[in-house]
Nanobody, 123 residues
């Protein structure tokens, strides 16, 4: 299983970025997907999750209304559109896959992690 994340970079506060995670080695449409972020000195946290059908999305309170998670089964790719970025959004973002037809509620539910992509938001 491979989850290849991309799209991070250095932006200014208020800017937008779109992260992508290309997935291979599993039946993409069977797996709930999510994005988490790691900030130095803090625990990794989920910022957005989308279920395997693509019908439900959940967001951390800190990103609601600014971030949108989506998935494209034709491309086996999950996206995170990040708008109105803030300096506190700075961190390493990881995509994650749950077990087939499983939930993705906590970090313990993750079965596969991608490599991180760094997002830096300057003030």
């Amino acid at each position: 299983v491979q989850l290849q994340a991309s799209g991070g970079g250095l932006v200014q506060a208020g800017d937008s970025l779109r992260l992508s995670c290309a997935v291979s080695g599993l039946t993409f449409s069977d797996h709930s997907m999510g994005w988490s972020r790691q900030v130095p000195g803090r625990e990794r946290e989920f910022v957005a999750v989308i279920n395997w059908r693509g019908t439900n999305q959940h967001y951390a309170d800190s990103v609601k209304g600014r971030f949108t998670i989506s998935r494209d089964s034709a491309r086996n790719t999950v996206y995170l559109q990040m708008n109105s970025l803030k300096p506190e959004d700075t961190g390493v973002y990881y995509c994650a896959a749950a077990a087939a037809l499983g939930r993705l509620t906590t970090l313990a539910d993750v079965r596969s992690w991608g490599q991180g992509t760094l997002v830096t938001v300057s003030s």
